[in-house]
T-cell receptor, first 112, second 111 residues
Framework: KQEVTQIPAALSVPEGENLVLNCSFT??????LQWFRQDPGKGLTSLLLIQSSQREQTSGRLNASLDKSSGRSTLYIAASQPGDSATYLC???????????FGKGTRLHILP | SQTIHQWPATLVQPVGSPLSLECTVEGTSNPNLYWYRQAAGRGLQLLFY??????ISSEVPQNLSASRPQDRQFILSSKKLLLSDSGFYLCAWSPQGRGYTFGSGTRLTVV
């Protein structure tokens, strides 16, 4: 059974710092991996989708990497801003038509 | 472009009352559709998913049911709400393996 873990559960960093959020999964036979952002009381916003054949994806200040063999993905946020404060969720898809499995998220707070 | 609509945004219902939450997707056909629940301080729990009209898979036994009467419509229902049904309900769609897009969610409070 696939399990997705995100460490740390919460993180506070000063504005301007670069930071890395971690996601690990127990079954490396994934189809894809997606990073989401959730603001308090809001829905989930997709940030980056990495297919199993890809190593990384980039969007603006965000870069997500995938290492299937080690069961890990990282989300790198450059030059953090207070507006980046949110909960970041990692989710793994095991095949084309099936459900995705979520981690419990990392709650990020950027200190002004 | 594809969009997903979910309503209502908030709902306060008494225990024992019925529930109907609706989700529709525009700009695509034959999407996979999903209902998730997020309880306070907890992770996302998959409740139901559907790969086609009338095809519903339930992930957890519970007081809720789902239906897909049309290709792009997904409905979450209950005949009698329980206090434990309170939570944040999210609908999502996926074009078969190309990532998920979530709706804005419904905050349900059962009193």
């Amino acid at each position: 059974k696939q399990e997705v873990t995100q460490i740390p559960a919460a993180l506070s960093v000063p504005e301007g710092e670069n930071l890395v959020l971690n996601c690990s999964f127990t079954d490396s036979a994934i189809y894809n991996l997606q990073w989401f952002r959730q603001d308090p009381g809001k829905g989930l916003t997709s940030l980056l989708l990495i297919q199993s054949s890809q190593r990384e994806q980039t969007s603006g200040r965000l870069n997500a990497s995938l290492d299937k063999s080690s069961g890990r993905s990282t989300l790198y946020i450059a030059a953090s801003q207070p507006g980046d404060s949110a909960t970041y969720l990692c989710a793994v898809g095991m095949n084309r038509d099936d459900k995705i499995i979520f981690g419990k998220g990392t709650r990020l707070h950027i200190l002004p | 472009s594809q969009t997903i609509h979910q309503w209502p945004a908030t709902l306060v219902q008494p225990v024992g009352s019925p529930l109907s939450l609706e989700c529709t997707v525009e700009g695509t056909s034959n999407p996979n559709l999903y209902w998730y629940r997020q309880a306070a301080g907890r992770g996302l729990q998959l409740l139901f998913y559907s790969v086609g009209i009338g095809q519903i898979s339930s992930e957890v036994p519970q007081n809720l049911s789902a239906s897909r009467p049309q290709d792009r419509q997904f409905i979450l229902s209950s005949k009698k709400l329980l206090l434990s049904d309170s939570g944040f309900y999210l609908c999502a769609w996926s074009p078969q393996g190309r990532g998920y897009t979530f709706g804005s969610g419904t905050r349900l409070t059962v009193v």
